[in-house]
C-alpha cells in the first residue's frame, strides 16, 4: 500500500471516530429534548389542574419529606416560570439538534469523498 493510501486509510479512520462522535452526541441532545418534552407536558398537566382550583384551595408542595402549604398565587407562579425555562430549554436543544445535523451530513460527505478517493487510488489506474 502506497504511504498515500495509508495517508487516506487514516483520514477515513479519523473522519469515522469523528462521525461516530457527532452520532453519540446528537443520540444525547435527542434524549435531552424527550425529557424535556416529558417534562413540559407534566407542568401543562398540573397548569390544567390549577385552573379548576377555586382561588381557596389548598395547595401542597413536597419539600424533601415534608409537604408544606403553598399559596395558590405562589404555585401557579412557579409552574408559569418552570414552562417558559423549559420552552427556553427547547429552543436551545433545538438549535443544538440541527447544529449537529448539519455537522453530522458534512462529515458524512467528507467520508464518502475520502472513501471514494481511497477506492479509487487502491483500485489504481486503468
Same mark, same amino acid.
Given at each position: 500500500?502506497?504511504?498515500?493510501? &495509508?495517508?487516506? +486509510?487514516? %483520514? !477515513?479512520?479519523?473522519?469515522?471516530? #469523528?462521525?461516530? @462522535?457527532?452520532?453519540?452526541?446528537?443520540?444525547?441532545?435527542?434524549?435531552?429534548?424527550?425529557? !424535556?418534552?416529558?417534562?413540559?407536558?407534566?407542568?401543562? !398537566?398540573?397548569?390544567?389542574?390549577?385552573? *379548576? *382550583?377555586?382561588?381557596?384551595?389548598?395547595?401542597?408542595?413536597?419539600? @424533601?419529606?415534608?409537604?408544606?402549604? +403553598?399559596?395558590?398565587?405562589? /404555585?401557579?407562579?412557579?409552574?408559569?416560570?418552570?414552562?417558559?425555562?423549559?420552552? /427556553?430549554?427547547?429552543?436551545?436543544?433545538? %438549535?443544538? *439538534?440541527?447544529?449537529? =445535523?448539519?455537522?453530522?451530513? %458534512?462529515?458524512?460527505?467528507?467520508? &464518502? =469523498?475520502?472513501?471514494?478517493? *481511497?477506492?479509487?487510488?487502491? #483500485? @489504481?489506474?486503468?
Amino acid at each position: 500500500m502506497s504511504a498515500a493510501a &495509508v495517508a487516506l +486509510q487514516k %483520514k !477515513l479512520e479519523a473522519d469515522s471516530t #469523528a462521525y461516530q @462522535g457527532l452520532q453519540k452526541e446528537y443520540t444525547k441532545a435527542v434524549e435531552s429534548r424527550q425529557k !424535556l418534552d416529558s417534562q413540559l407536558q407534566e407542568n401543562k !398537566l398540573v397548569q390544567d389542574e390549577f385552573k *379548576l *382550583l377555586s382561588d381557596d384551595a389548598n395547595i401542597y408542595k413536597l419539600i @424533601g419529606p415534608v409537604l408544606t402549604r +403553598q399559596d395558590k398565587n405562589e /404555585a401557579v407562579t412557579n409552574v408559569d416560570k418552570r414552562i417558559e425555562f423549559i420552552n /427556553a430549554e427547547i429552543e436551545r436543544i433545538e %438549535k443544538q *439538534l440541527k447544529d449537529f =445535523q448539519e455537522k453530522i451530513e %458534512k462529515k458524512r460527505v467528507e467520508l &464518502v =469523498q475520502t472513501q471514494a478517493a *481511497l477506492q479509487q487510488h487502491v #483500485a @489504481g489506474p486503468k
